[in-house]
């Protein structure tokens, strides 16, 4: 591999990696017991660990079942309902259908699902950060800078999601692959990895302002003479487009990926409630599905992040991070945006840019690989807060 960024990439993925997968297996095959109770008035308990003695397959797949993975396979698996619409009950319609789409096909070819889909999302992820390193050199950083965002993204201490059957992997790919491409003016390579985006996830349609901006940036000395590639941002809704068509179909509404929210008891407000909500009640730090302190802090690095991309000039990096970070905090609660940072790339962009201090990167580097081991480890045992 004589290309820096495919080396970097490749080298941080397997370290990254190797952390999750390790202590998924590790977790998975403990049980803690307490055989006896405290006597003599002691309230220390003896603790016996026990090493199961099913095989990592078995103790892994069904950690691909937690959380939101489940939903994705069931669709991958059975396809989407096909009912009228009812907002009263939780229903497929909310998650996006290329994940499961590529789900469905190589599980045909592999035979198995849960697995399968834990390769795949790993997979999406490794072509992620290759196309990353590019694009952070495409915008006029530095390769050191470039292998410090690859390397703090694949550590950051929610990223074993990039290995669960879940949208972010390939949404990470195909986000940055469309910036990628229109900096290099592949205008409409940058629509296709758009459009693709926007049948990821409902996220995917914040392209079509970014990319809007950074193509007049790239064309506003010449602003009448129109370019035919001008029309490739017209790609980039439809798959949300497609998608609402096959919705209305088989539900009878075209919305329903939104109206069936209401099941999961999501709401909608001004987008600093949550902050304030948590300065409310700051002793909270764990709220049952809800890791509130990290993703207070995740939120509040995003922000400060986006204001030093605002200072920078980098205007459409910091469109992007805002309108990333802005629509999840609509919802009023913090619930999941560590997850949802984790896929803004110019968030890592600019904490690579600080850390090109040596005393900054390897704080940055102790602090996230140490959380990362103990996320994935809590994710193993099926603690709540790790599934974020």
């Known amino acids: 591999m004589h290309d820096r960024g495919v080396r970097v990439a490749f080298f941080v993925f397997v370290l990254t990696r190797a952390i999750v997968f390790v202590l998924f297996v590790a977790a998975t095959h403990l049980t803690l017991e307490d055989p006896s109770p405290p006597s003599f008035g002691s309230a220390i308990q003896n603790i016996r660990i026990s090493v199961f003695h099913e095989t990592v397959i078995e103790k892994l797949s069904p950690l691909a079942l937690r959380g939101d993975g489940g939903w994705y396979i069931a669709v991958a698996k059975n396809g989407y309902e096909q009912m009228p619409f009812d907002s009263d009950k939780m229903h497929n319609w909310a998650f996006f259908p290329l994940y499961p789409l590529s789900l469905r096909l190589t599980a045909s070819i592999t035979g198995g699902f849960q697995l399968t889909a834990m390769l795949l999302s790993s997979i999406f992820f490794l ?5 990353l390193h590019k ?6 950083y530095g390769e050191a800078t470039a292998d410090r965002t690859v390397f703090y ?6 990223s074993y999601f990039f290995s669960l059957p879940l949208t972010e992997s390939l949404f990470l790919f195909l986000t940055v692959g469309s910036f990628w491409a229109a900096k290099r003016d592949s205008w409409w390579l940058a629509g296709t990895f758009g459009a693709l985006a926007s049948a990821t996830r409902y996220n995917g349609l914040f392209l079509l302002p970014v990319l809007t901006l ?3 940036q790239q064309h ?3 602003p009448l003479k129109l370019r035919a590639d001008v029309l490739s941002l017209c790609l980039l809704p439809l798959g949300l487009l497609f998608f609402m068509l096959y919705l209305f179909f088989i539900t009878g509404n075209a919305f329903a990926f939104i109206a069936v929210q209401k099941a999961w008891g999501v709401r909608s407000g001004f987008f600093l409630y949550p902050l304030y909500e948590y300065f409310l009640f700051p002793h909270h730090v764990s709220l049952l599905w809800n890791f509130r302190l990290l993703n207070l802090v995740a939120t ?5 992040c986006g204001f030093a991309l605002v200072r920078r000039r980098e205007w459409e990096l910091a469109l992007y991070t805002f309108i990333s970070v802005i629509v999840p905090l609509l919802t009023l609660t913090l619930e999941s945006l560590a997850r949802y940072v984790m896929v803004v790339f110019p968030v890592f962009i600019i904490l690579a840019v600080v850390g ?4 900054v990167d390897q704080a940055i580097r102790a602090v996230f690989i140490v959380l990362l081991g103990l996320m994935s480890a809590s994710f193993a045992l099926y603690l709540s807060i790790a599934l974020i």
Do not use: C
């Open 135 to 140: 694009t952070v050199v495409a915008f006029g």
């Open 153 to 158: 993204i694949s550590a950051f201490p929610t």
């Open 214 to 216: 950074l193509y007049w």
């Open 127 to 131: 072509f992620a950060i290759i196309l």
């Open 356 to 359: 090109r201090r040596p005393m």
């Open 220 to 222: 506003r000395y010449h």
């Open 300 to 304: 509040l690095i995003a922000f400060a």
